[in-house]
């Protein structure tokens, strides 16, 4: 158990539809992300957050909305998506930004379908 | 550009010995990391160099050297539950830390 959980594990979803993705650490970590993972392509990050300050988006459509109430939660907001948005989505946390980033702790994964 | 190079795939046989490379061209660099992932699975940290040199934990070790811009990892005594992806990671200070991932090797494993 990495002590990082996301909910749902798997989602299937229209075009017009909006949804949210949700992870939890259980670390006492200050740091989260959101990656993307295609197949037969590195993991892109999305996103980053440290101390609940977002202090990296990595050039992502605005059809993905990041949120993070506090440092132990992260939402990704999803909305009018596009099929070649279907890949597997991952959050990791970490002791810190910066220095610490090295060292990242993932969660399992959604698995995302846009139909 | 910014770049990680690996193998996308390494066959070897259980109980040997095998080594995924990893170059990179990054324009900063503060150290490389290692990751597995199981087919389903999460990505698990296994490894990380600042320094030149080789890190052992136990059947797994990871060499860097800076000036050559390479590392590898070295599995040992190789088991069926190996069979994975590895990832090298670089964290370059001069992207705002940016952690940047390698496609990643996939390690088949022959018993």
């Known amino acids: 158990e990495t002590g990082v959980t996301q909910t749902p594990r798997h989602l299937v979803m229209g075009m017009t539809n909006k949804k949210s993705l949700k992870c939890e650490q259980h670390?006492?970590?200050?740091?989260m992300y959101w990656y993307k993972q295609s197949a037969k392509k590195p993991l892109e990050l999305m996103f980053v957050?440290?101390?609940?300050?977002r202090v990296e988006n990595n050039s992502v459509p605005s059809r993905f909305s990041p949120e993070c109430p506090n440092s132990s939660h992260l939402f990704l907001h999803l909305h009018t998506l596009q099929p070649e948005d279907s890949a597997l989505y991952l959050c990791?946390?970490?002791?810190?930004w910066g220095g610490g980033a090295y060292e990242q702790y993932f969660g399992p994964g959604t698995r995302l379908t846009v139909t | 550009g910014q770049s990680l190079e690996q193998p996308s795939e390494v066959t070897a046989v259980e109980g040997a010995i095998v080594q995924i490379n990893c170059t990179y061209q990054t324009s900063g660099f503060y150290g490389l990391s290692w990751y597995q992932q199981h087919d389903g699975g999460a990505p698990t940290f296994l490894s990380y160099?600042?320094?030149?040199g080789l890190e052992e934990t136990g059947r797994f070790s990871s060499f860097l050297s800076r000036s050559d811009s390479y590392g590898y990892l070295l599995l040992q005594e190789l088991q069926m539950k190996d069979s994975a992806s590895y990832f090298c990671?670089?964290?370059?200070?001069?992207?705002?830390?940016?952690?940047?991932f390698g496609k990643g090797t996939r390690l088949h494993i022959l018993p």
């Open positions: 957050y440290s101390l609940e300050e």
């Open positions: 670390l006492g970590h200050n740091a």
């Open positions: 990791a946390s970490s002791q810190t």
């Open positions: 990671a670089v964290r370059d200070p001069n992207r705002d830390d940016k952690i940047i």
């Open positions: 160099n600042a320094l030149d």
